[in-house]
Every structure is written in structure tokens, then in C-alpha cells.
């Protein structure tokens, strides 16, 4: 029996519609019952996904040229500031900066998915005047439709087992977990465990620059490895890495993603972000991979972290499962506290049989990564001002 | 059976003795949920109250002949489920379990007989999907 198989062959069983695709969850019973060597023979895409806040997002878009043409300065999009630092009538907009009427309750995040609804927003800006861009004010309702090129891009997400989040101080704290209660009330954590991306491929063997994802609805690519990549990391024996690890920059069409897989959100004091929708198909090119698929929440061991230390290195409080997390109670010092998700496991389910499904009628086919990542990438702190 | 009454005190009638008066009048078992008076001097209270329909029913007329408002109420919030993502972020500050996420299907439930008014789940909710009722 072939224990090994290719991309291109996989492609192939793709166009002719015989490909055997499963999710990372469907495929995880198929190994327990069947033994690798079985299930390698029977299943040849794993498909993961995930739906949760991504903080370090944003858009590029071009608005074409006004008559007499301006080149934007001072922009703002429904009042959130956006970059006027690139070319004349291209712009940058990043999902945190919030219009500063809104209380914090209207961002950047929001005119990205109003754009994609097909709501119009209104642009705004002044510039200084020059010889080639005279004009120095404009002011238009736009929508996306109007624009030449919108695409999303997100320096970084699908974070490898990030940690959960604990506040053991006496004073309710305000995250971008959520809500932490005081003296360890509740415990928040942001991954989909077993279905997560870079949990079923931990070592990026199959993931690169250069891989075709679902990306909100649309088809995108991952165009470089994400910022504070870390693949350096400490692993248990499955691979999984102790602490927060690799990370992906992803890059999609914004005029082909769907409101349902890109919304935004606001966290009570602490400011506005985007759920994300992204699903990543997985190669079974030999067992190894498929190995790394079949490994379940008992098996994915993560962090509770102590977010109430205002340091940058925060104590672990408890080193737990996923499976204990997603019962809804945990267990710290014999005190049963609370857990709650912070991403959509509905949703990213949703995503997985929809990339799945893509995947099976021949819509999406896989793509060979142009670049494999390095496991020896570490992440700096910041410099300290003494340092030399 | 349970039945949680929502009364808003006109300024002028702030000060009445209802509780007082509902236990002495009808003898019933009632919680108090929340109650505060606003900058405008009007009073809130909301209660849930343990009791068949029919003495229910003759409380809440008497409330009203006193000039108080009182309407029933099912819980003080409702839930937008074309905004809700079902991440499941409100059931971390939700201690009555009214509001529950969990296996086989990860999507949200709302027990309203178990919510106890406490809003907690209002400003938490990321999609805003949550708001007063
Ligand atoms: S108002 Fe309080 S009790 Fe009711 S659902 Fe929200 S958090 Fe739970
Ligand atoms: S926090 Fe909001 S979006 Fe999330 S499950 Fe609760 S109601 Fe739905």
C-alpha cells in the first residue's frame, strides 16, 4: 500500500471529483477506528478551520481618481481615520482605529464589513495641493462595488495554541479575551482546539507561502508567515507547542468575501477588532501529516495565563486540555471555575464543511506552498531604552 | 412557576411600600432582582415572584390600580441571532447559566426563566447581538 501521495495527485482526484475529503474533527474518529495506515488509504484532504477575533487586520483599497485628482491626505472612512501615507488614491485602513464619535463602538473593522455587505461609506479627506494632484478636498459616498482593488490583509492570525486567560487579582479586567472576573471567576479561551489550522499541521509541513485558504467566503493565500512567529518554540511529544507558536500573514479579495464569515467586534474597554473566518486544507501526503490531524483536544495541551499581571511575561496559573475547557468547568486548586470560548466553534465547523464540500466538487484546489517556513524563527521583545 | 415583573415607580410614587404591601396583601414569595431610582427620581424595581397564574394576575392589577407601572417580563434582554456568532463570550460572565454554550452543536442557549436580570451579558457580548429588552 502507497504510503506516500503528492499534491498533483491530489489535485487530480480533485478535478476528476473522487477526492476523499474530511474535517479535522470527522478525520480524528477515522484514525481511532481504522489504525493510520486505513485511514491514509481512505482520506486524501483534512480541512481545519477557525472564526475569532484578529486583531492585526486591515485593508487596502483603491478609490480611483477624482477630477481635477487629489492625492488623499487627512482620510477619514465613516469617520475612522485611515492611512494617507501610500500612493495618491490608495489607502490603508486597520480594524482597531476607532471613529472617535462612536464611544469605541464603531472601527475600522466596521467599514471593512460594511464595504463587503455592499453599504455605501463616505469618504473624506483634505490634502495640501501639488503640481500633479491639485485638488485639496473630497468628499464621496462609496461603495465597494465603486472601488478598484479592496483586499484584506492580516499580518497576523491563526495563531498556534494561544493561551487562555485567567485575572486572579481582586478588580475585573477588560481584554481582548473579554471580560475577566475578579479572584479567578472565569477562564477565556480562543482557539478551536482540534479543528485550529496550525494545531493540525505543526510544523507547517504542508503550510507555506503561497497556500490557497478560504479566507471570509473569498479565496485567498497565505503571503508570508504571520508577525511573532515563533516555531522555535518548546513542543510536547506530539508536536503541539507549549506556548503560542507560528502564526500566518493572509491576503483575500474583499469584493468576494461573505458577511457571514468576516464580522466585526468590540471588546468593553479595551476596543474593536474583526472576526476572521479562515479555513486551510491539509494535504494527506503521508502518514506523519495524517498523524497530526488525527490528534484531539485530550491531546492539545495550553495555558492558563494570569492576565491580571500587567508584565509582559504573565505566570501560568494551569497548564489544562482543550477537552477540559470545553466542558464548561475547570478545575484550579479544587475552586470549579467557568470556561467560555471566544471563537465561534459553530462557525468554524461551518467553514470546515463548506471547504470541505469546495474541495469535493472541484471549486478549490489545493496549492503547493512557493516557500516552506523556517522552524527556527524566534520572536524579540522590544528594545529596552538602555540596551545597546 | 415563576413570573418576573418589571415596575417603574412614577417620581411621585417612589417612596410606596410595595413590597411591603405585595407580601402583606397576597402573601407572596418574592425576589427582588434589581431595583435603583434614577436621576429622574423614578423607581425600578424588578422581581421575580413564585405563585399560580391566577394570583399573579390579581398582583399585577393591583400594582397598577396603586399608579405604579408593572409589566411581565420574560428577561431584561434579548438577543439578535442575526448578530449573534454563537462564540460563546457571554456565558463567561453569565453565573445563573441562563445563557449556555456546549457540545454536540456549540450553538448559544438562552434559558430565560433562569435569568436573573443581572445585564452582565450586555456589554460583553463582542457582536453587540445582546440588548436591554
Ligand atoms: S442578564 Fe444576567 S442572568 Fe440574564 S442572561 Fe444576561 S448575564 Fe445571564
Ligand atoms: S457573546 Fe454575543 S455573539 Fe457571542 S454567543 Fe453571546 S450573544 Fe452570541
Known amino acids: ?388 | 412557576m415563576k413570573t418576573k415583573l418589571k415596575i417603574t415607580f412614577p417620581a411621585s410614587l417612589t417612596d410606596t411600600p410595595l413590597t411591603y404591601l405585595l407580601i402583606k396583601e397576597f402573601d407572596l414569595k418574592v425576589n427582588i432582582l434589581k431595583a435603583d431610582i434614577d436621576f429622574n427620581n423614578v423607581g425600578h424595581i424588578l422581581y421575580e415572584f413564585t405563585g399560580d397564574q391566577g394570583k399573579i394576575q390579581s398582583t399585577i392589577e393591583y400594582i397598577k390600580s396603586l399608579g405604579i407601572t408593572c409589566e411581565s417580563i420574560k428577561s431584561t434582554i434579548k438577543i439578535d441571532e442575526n448578530l449573534c456568532t454563537d462564540c460563546g463570550l457571554c456565558t463567561s460572565v453569565c453565573f445563573s447559566k441562563s445563557l449556555s454554550i456546549g457540545a454536540p452543536d456549540w450553538t448559544l442557549s438562552f434559558d430565560t426563566d433562569k435569568c436573573i436580570g443581572c445585564n452582565h451579558c450586555i456589554p460583553v457580548c463582542p457582536a453587540r447581538a445582546i440588548k436591554e429588552a
Open chain 1, 1 to 388: 500500500m502507497a504510503n506516500q501521495r503528492t499534491i498533483q495527485e491530489i489535485n487530480e482526484k480533485i478535478k476528476k471529483g473522487v477526492a476523499v475529503v474530511m474535517t479535522a474533527e470527522e478525520v480524528i474518529d477515522l484514525v481511532n477506528d481504522q489504525g493510520i495506515e486505513d485511514a491514509f488509504s481512505k482520506v486524501d484532504v483534512v480541512t481545519t478551520a477557525t472564526f475569532g477575533p484578529m486583531c492585526s487586520s486591515g485593508a487596502f483599497l483603491n478609490f480611483g481618481h477624482a477630477d481635477p485628482p487629489i492625492r488623499l491626505e487627512n482620510i477619514t472612512l465613516n469617520g475612522v481615520t485611515a492611512s494617507g501615507g501610500l500612493a495618491a488614491v490608495d489607502t490603508f485602513i486597520g480594524v482597531a482605529d476607532e471613529d472617535p464619535n462612536s464611544h469605541g463602538e464603531y472601527g475600522g473593522a466596521h467599514v471593512i464589513c460594511d464595504l463587503i455587505k455592499g453599504n455605501s461609506i463616505k469618504l473624506k479627506s483634505t490634502a495640501k495641493g501639488t503640481d500633479c494632484y491639485p485638488r485639496t478636498s473630497v468628499e464621496r459616498e462609496v461603495k465597494l462595488e465603486d472601488l478598484n482593488e479592496a483586499f484584506l490583509f492580516n499580518a497576523r492570525n491563526s495563531y498556534q495554541n494561544y493561551s487562555s486567560a485567567i485575572n486572579l487579582s481582586n478588580e475585573p479586567i477588560f481584554t481582548y479575551m473579554g471580560t475577566l472576573l475578579p479572584n479567578g471567576q472565569n477562564v477565556t479561551y480562543s482557539t478551536t482546539g482540534q479543528l485550529s489550522p496550525l494545531l493540525n499541521d505543526p510544523y507547517l509541513k504542508t503550510i507555506g507561502i503561497g497556500t490557497r485558504i478560504f479566507l471570509a467566503g473569498a479565496q485567498g493565500y497565505i503571503a508570508w508567515n504571520g508577525t511573532q512567529f515563533n516555531t522555535s518554540v518548546d513542543r510536547y511529544d506530539n508536536g503541539i507547542p507549549k506556548s503560542p507558536g507560528a502564526t500566518l500573514s493572509v491576503i483575500g479579495n474583499l469584493k468576494d468575501m461573505n458577511p457571514e464569515y468576516i464580522t466585526p467586534v468590540v471588546f468593553k474597554n479595551y476596543g474593536v477588532s474583526l472576526n476572521v473566518g479562515i479555513g486551510i486544507p491539509i494535504p494527506i501526503v503521508d502518514h506523519e501529516i495524517l498523524k497530526q490531524c488525527a490528534i484531539s483536544d485530550d491531546q492539545i495541551q495550553t495555558d492558563i495565563i494570569d492576565y491580571s499581571v500587567k508584565k509582559r511575561s504573565k505566570p501560568t496559573v494551569k497548564t489544562t486540555t482543550y477537552k477540559e475547557l470545553r466542558s464548561g468547568e475547570i478545575d484550579i486548586d479544587g475552586k470549579i471555575i467557568k470556561t467560555a470560548p471566544l471563537s465561534s466553534l459553530r462557525k468554524a465547523r461551518e467553514i470546515a464543511d463548506k471547504l470541505k464540500n469546495q474541495i469535493q466538487t472541484g471549486e478549490f484546489l489545493l496549492s503547493e506552498p512557493v516557500e516552506y517556513f523556517k522552524l527556527d524563527s524566534k520572536v524579540k521583545p522590544l528594545k529596552e531604552e538602555d540596551d545597546k
